[in-house]
Structures are given as structure tokens and as C-alpha cells.
């Protein structure tokens, strides 16, 4: 589906055909395993580790190939570090990296990523992004957008960046995560599967009443764990529920009765729940973890917001992992040798050994995170106050009003920092209605 009405987005690896009046659309890529050599399935670690390097060299090198200049996007953390390694002892010229920083406490990502760059000894350059910078683009950001989001920004200041160097071509880690087991999913739900045929034997009413008390709490995490004890009866269902922004007695509050009564009918989970169910019979715990996570947010967020916000700069963004040689390849190796347990993606640490220092390599992965926390209260407040006016509103009928504001209102007054991503999707939801409005 599209925030259009009428208008659908075509899945990924499908195609359509448009002939004598008639469309046809027809998948030509899943995620099934392909008939590869047997000797091409690993049988020890160490050979995995060692296939795993060189699929990864000639991903990058595939990924490089072009007639103009080169560079990197640079976080500092594993999955980007290793691309832009890998690139940087490929290239016959210095590699271009480009990193955003942030002048408030506790968002000093661009200190790992200058230390990666000084070892790696790439061209680097940095912007010290600042709330005011992304008050004033903001016009700009929603015009680009095809679809609303609240993620991607980052991407739209370091691809500018990377433009004003003069670089055409860019490469990105983006899919390290999904592929070898990044996210917190990849430890919360196993353990959720664990538990939750015991918690189906708890008697109904007493379970109505724990999952109650736990959305009284009124926090991030324990609504979110009330949503899985309260909906969730398998695997794909919990993988379903992992990318909700909002709780579900939240979402069905913030829309007006008829949208909510359709959203009742469509259920809380994903649309595709039982379309990714058939396709992923006898796939492991933790790979269908992964499947989910590159089918849902690396396909609905990540990838779609990397291109809409690199393309407005002028960027095309290449993204090595997400490779169809490379992903076919692991996934019909042994998932425990992809997922390392007790090692978040210690798989790929290993394949970069003499690519990265140790303390890249081990170092505990941290999300990247803009300070929209402290912005949202200072020069981005504007913004949201025009977004959840009443004029603004008036325009998005779907939504109740009076729960938008609310939410709006119980955020400056609690001052709860973690509540801030679902605040900001939603004013972009609505500024994203409003974006064509005259004022």
C-alpha cells in the first residue's frame, strides 16, 4: 500500500508488464535457497569466515565499479567501517569518506568514525549537523519525499555533503544489520518464541489483567511487550509486531472512528504476514529474524528513504550487503555460523580482521541516533507546533485531533526523551498531508 489511495507500491523482486490493457505482475527473486555447488556450504567456521571475506571483497568490488570517483558513508561502527576498508585497499585513488557530527553531548559518532578514517588514511570530511540546519531544510526534505517518513534525514545531510566534495557514486553499509543479526530482534525475539507457549497456558482472564497493568506503566518497552503477550501467537506474528512505531491502543487512539475502525478490521499485524509465512516454511529462528528484518523496515524504510534522500543530492547510494550473489550465499550457510552467539555480528568481525582495529571490530554496536530529543524543543518546536495545529489537522481527517495534541502536549510536559520518534513520524505524517496546502 501507498498513503495514496488507489495507488500501489510494486513489491520487491517483482515485476510488472503492462499489455493490451491487461497488468501482470509476476516475483522473479525470493528468498529461497538456489541450488549452489555442495562443496560451496561451509562445514567448518573457519572456512565460513574465510568464503565470507572474499564474498564480501567481491561484493565491494562489483559495487565499485564506475567512471567517476568513488566515496564512502562513515559511522564508525562495523558494517560501514568495513565497506569503506574494503573499498579503500581496492582504489587505485585516496577514498573519500563523509560522516555527520553533532556539537550536543552524547551524539560524538563522528569520533569513531575520524579514528577509522586516520587508520584507514581515506579523505575525510564531516558536518557538524545542528537543529537550525535541519529546521531551515525541512521545506526541502518533505518535497523530496514520495512517501512520508520520519527517518532518513541523516542521509539527506551527509549525501550533500558528499556532493559539495564533488562525489557522484557512494557507498553505504546499510544492510550489515539485517544479514548478520545487528538489531535487538535478533536476541528479544527467540526469546519471546521461548516463552510464549508458556504464557498461552497462563488462564485468559489473569492474562488480560497482567497485559493491563503493563500498558498502565505507560512505557515504550512494556507497551510493546503487552502488544506481543496480547497479539502474537507464532514467530512471524512477533516478527510482525517488532517495527510498530506506536503501541496498538495508541495507533487506534490517534485515528478518528471510521480509520479505526478499518484499522481494527486489517488486524495489527504486517499485510504480507501470511505471504512471508509460506515463503519462509522451514527457515531457521534467527533467519527468519533476518528475513523480516530486510522485508520489512530495510525494504520500507531504509532502503526506499536512502534513495529518495541521496537522489535529491544528486548521489546514487550503492549498498554492498544487500547483494543478491552475497545474500543467496549465506543464507545457505549454517545459520550458526552467521549468527555467532553471544557475539553480535561477530561473523563479520572476523572477516574484516586485518581490515579494522580491534576496537572497531568488537566495539558494541550503537544506533545512530540525531539529537532530535533536544531539537524538538528548541529549533525544531516551530515545526511541530504548526504540524499539530488545528489548522494542520484540519486537513488530515483520519486522525483524531484532540489524541494528536494530546501526545504532543504530554511530550513537552514529561519531558520523556524516548517518546521522541514516534512525535516526530507522526508531524511528518501530517506535514507530509499538508506539504501541497497553500498557507
Not at 523482486?13 to 499489455?19: F, I, L, N, P, V
Not at 509476476?26 to 549452489?36: S, T, V
Not at 526534505?141 to 558528499?162: C, E, H, K, W
Not at 506481543?228 to 478518528?256: G, T, W, Y
Request: net charge neutral; glycine share 6%; hydrophobic share 40%.
Amino acid at each position: 500500500k501507498t498513503i495514496y489511495r488507489r495507488v500501489r507500491c510494486l513489491q520487491p523482486g517483482h515485476c510488472a508488464k503492462w499489455k493490451a490493457g491487461k497488468l501482470s505482475i509476476k516475483q522473479y527473486w525470493d528468498l529461497q535457497p538456489a541450488n549452489i555447488a555442495s562443496d560451496d556450504v561451509c562445514t567448518t567456521y573457519e572456512e565460513f569466515v574465510t568464503k565470507l571475506r572474499a564474498q564480501l571483497e567481491d561484493s565491494v568490488s562489483a559495487h565499485s565499479v564506475s567512471d567517476v570517483r568513488v566515496g564512502a558513508f562513515l559511522s564508525g561502527g562495523l558494517d560501514s567501517s568495513g565497506i569503506a576498508a574494503m573499498l579503500s585497499r581496492q582504489s587505485e585513488q585516496k577514498l573519500a569518506t563523509f560522516t555527520l557530527g553533532f556539537g550536543e553531548t552524547g551524539f560524538a559518532e563522528q569520533d569513531l568514525a575520524r579514528e577509522t578514517a586516520q587508520f584507514l588514511g581515506t579523505d575525510h570530511h564531516e558536518f557538524q549537523l545542528t537543529g537550525v540546519e535541519v529546521a531551515n531544510c525541512l521545506s526541502d526534505i518533505l518535497a523530496r519525499m514520495d512517501q512520508p517518513t520520519g527517518d532518513g534525514i541523516n542521509t539527506y545531510f551527509v549525501s550533500r555533503l558528499a556532493a559539495q566534495a564533488g562525489i557522484k557514486v557512494v557507498l553505504s553499509g546499510l544492510g550489515g544489520d539485517e544479514i548478520f543479526g545487528g538489531y535487538p530482534s535478533f536476541r528479544h525475539v527467540p526469546r519471546l518464541m521461548r516463552y510464549l507457549p508458556w504464557w498461552h497456558r497462563v488462564p485468559q482472564a489473569l492474562r488480560h489483567i497482567i497485559i493491563a497493568r503493563m500498558r498502565r506503566k505507560g512505557e515504550g518497552r512494556s507497551l510493546k511487550l503487552a502488544d506481543f503477550l496480547d497479539h502474537a501467537r507464532d514467530l512471524h506474528e512477533i516478527a510482525s509486531l517488532q517495527r510498530m512505531v506506536f503501541a496498538e491502543p495508541s495507533r487506534m487512539a490517534l485515528l478518528s472512528p471510521d480509520a479505526r475502525g478499518l484499522a481494527e478490521r486489517s488486524g495489527p499485524f504486517h499485510p504480507l504476514t501470511d505471504d512471508f509465512a509460506t515463503e519462509l516454511q522451514n527457515t531457521g529462528v534467527m533467519r527468519t529474524v533476518s528475513a523480516w528484518e530486510m522485508r520489512t523496515y530495510m525494504t520500507d524504510v531504509l532502503l526506499g528513504d536512502s534513495d529518495v534522500f541521496s537522489m535529491a543530492n544528486s548521489i546514487e547510494l550503492r549498498t554492498p550487503f544487500v547483494d543478491s550473489p552475497l545474500v543467496r550465499w549465506i543464507w545457505q550457510q549454517p545459520e550458526e555460523f552467521v549468527y555467532t552467539p553471544g557475539r553480535t555480528k561477530g561473523a563479520l568481525a572476523d572477516a574484516m580482521a586485518d581490515y579494522l582495529p580491534a576496537s572497531t571490530r568488537e566495539r558494541p554496536k550503537v544506533g545512530f541516533t540525531l539529537p532530535f530529543a533536544l531539537w524538538m524543543r528548541g529549533p525544531l518546536r516551530d515545526f511541530l507546533e504548526t504540524s499539530f495545529s488545528k489548522s494542520s489537522l484540519d486537513h488530515c481527517p483520519w486522525l483524531d485531533a484532540r489524541a494528536v495534541r494530546s501526545l504532543w502536549d504530554d511530550y513537552l510536559q514529561h519531558n520523556n526523551a524516548r517518546n521522541w520518534s514516534r512525535v516526530w513520524s507522526l508531524a511528518m505524517l501530517i506535514s507530509f498531508a499538508n506539504r501541497h496546502r497553500s498557507s
